[in-house]
């Protein structure tokens, strides 16, 4: 088993502030697996930083002119310290069964 420890930074966006963090928080799993070596089956989140979180507010206009509404848009940047398990199959001994057919049980199986 091997254990790393590693900081991420990701980004996310949303129509909600909710879902611009939801959305940076479903990265962490993929970019935590991504850089780690062999099989990942613990990603375990150790700290939290926000570095960033703008609200982009716009005004639109049907036809330029009528029925005003306001658009928002969060995004948020946060950086993540993450413990990673893993476990390197190359290191793991698997025992070889090798199984030998007669030509009938090998036509019995066949499909």
């Given amino acids: 088993m091997n254990t790393v420890e590693q900081t991420l930074r990701l980004t996310g966006t949303g129509p909600t502030k909710e879902r611009a963090f939801g959305a940076a928080m479903r990265q962490v799993q993929s970019a935590a697996t991504g850089e780690g070596s062999g099989v990942t089956f613990r990603v375990e989140p150790l700290s939290l930083d926000v570095l960033s979180a703008a609200e982009h507010r716009r005004t639109e206009r049907f036809l330029g002119i009528l029925f005003a509404r306001t658009r928002v848009h969060f995004e948020i940047t946060v950086r993540v310290r993450v ?7 190359d290191s793991v001994d698997f025992a070889v069964r090798e199984e030998k057919l007669t030509a009938t049980q090998h036509l019995l199986q066949m499909r």
Wanted: hydrophobic share 45%; glycine share 0%.
């Fill in 83 to 89: 413990r990673i398990t893993s476990l390197d199959l």
